[in-house]
């Protein structure tokens, strides 16, 4: 994500250009008006933390094309990512490997690019562990494994 201000537009609204969104037609990059872009940082920055890779340019076209729309499907949008997540994290999970693994507080996150900062392991009764991640945009940070 290169975003760089533009000034106003023809309707008077502030713009800005996503310098990495270029294309023949849009040597400068996308613009777009300062509402999409407040839409547009936090769901990127959203599908960031549950994916842990950069966007391709044609995952970043698309995203920027559905900033556009309302935020109630954008919200939608992000309840489909944060659970195909879980589920990773869950599967992750039940593999032997993470299932004899002891965590420790700097670990990285099994989950995100984040560390861990608070780890509870719970005793044989209850075989729970609960992780606390550092990244605030990982929506695993009170998971509960059974």
């Given at each position: 994500m290169d975003l760089q201000y533009k000034g106003m537009n023809h309707r008077g609204r502030k713009e800005w250009v996503e310098r990495d969104l270029t294309s023949p037609t849009q040597p400068d990059g996308l613009a777009m008006e300062e509402w999409q872009v407040n839409q547009y940082v936090p769901f990127v920055e959203g599908i960031l933390a549950c994916i842990g890779r950069n966007l391709t340019k044609e995952e970043l076209n698309t995203v920027a094309w559905l900033a556009g729309s309302a935020q109630s499907t954008?919200?939608?949008?992000?309840?489909?990512?944060?659970?195909a997540n879980i589920l990773k994290g869950a599967n992750r999970m039940e593999n032997q490997e993470y299932k004899s693994r002891e965590f420790k507080v700097g670990d990285d996150c099994p989950f995100c690019n984040g560390k861990l900062i608070d780890i509870n392991n719970g005793g044989l009764l209850d075989n729970k562990i609960v992780l606390k991640c550092s990244?605030?945009?990982c929506y695993f940070n009170q998971v509960d494994f059974r």
């Open positions: 954008i919200d939608n949008i992000m309840s489909l990512i944060k659970s990244n605030d945009q």
